[in-house]
């Protein structure tokens, strides 16, 4: 017996097409004399119909978008725009760095071949930098709980530290059009 996973008008991700989509007809499939369907299927627009092993839900956001169990990581990928010997001054030679954003190890922050020729050590240190902001995220927001906390105890120079980090985090979740 098998019960819908989904619903009509459900965003979801159809894992064997790559795409995101809505669920037009829930479609389920019924054998005589049962009360439960036997299989359920999900109509999403795309010329077949999809079983629920193949959809994903869209997963929502985690709250105010704060996510602590990231983890950034800088990569190199090979420098395909130049030869090694031709950029012998870079820190590492024949690559560049990308910085991996997410769980697979090709999302992320990339920087036009170009760029990285004009200023290897800046985009370097770029790429660190980035790499880190989730850590220093939590930082600023264990600032800011521990200001609140502590109230008329801390010294007047850590309480202006931690109003710069409230506004930081504020300006980092402020969503603009």
Not at 47 to 62: K, M, S, V, W
Not at 73 to 84: D, E, G, I, T
Not at 129 to 146: C, K, M, R, T, Y
Not at 148 to 175: C, F, T
Request: charged share 25%; with cysteine; aromatic share 8%.
């Amino acid at each position: 017996m098998a019960k819908a996973n989904f619903h009509k008008n459900q965003r979801v991700y159809v894992k064997p097409v790559g795409t995101w989509a809505l669920i037009e007809r829930v479609v389920p499939h019924w054998a005589k004399g049962i009360d439960e369907p036997l299989r359920v299927y999900y109509d999403v627009g795309l010329g077949r119909e999809f079983a629920a092993d193949e959809l994903q839900a869209e997963q929502p956001l985690a709250e105010n978008g704060h996510r602590g169990d990231e983890n950034w990581r800088v990569m190199r990928a090979r420098n395909k725009w130049q030869p090694s010997e031709d950029c012998a001054r870079h820190p590492i030679p024949g690559t560049y760095p990308i910085v991996i954003t997410g769980q697979a190890e090709w999302g992320g922050w990339r920087v036009p071949g170009a760029e990285y020729d004009l200023d290897p050590l800046r985009i370097e240190r770029q790429a660190r930098l980035i790499a880190s902001v989730p850590l220093l995220e939590n930082f600023a927001q264990e600032l800011v709980q521990w200001a609140r906390k502590s109230g008329e105890e801390m010294p007047v120079a850590l309480a202006d530290l931690a109003h710069q980090a409230q506004d930081i985090l504020a300006n980092v979740d402020k969503i603009e059009a």
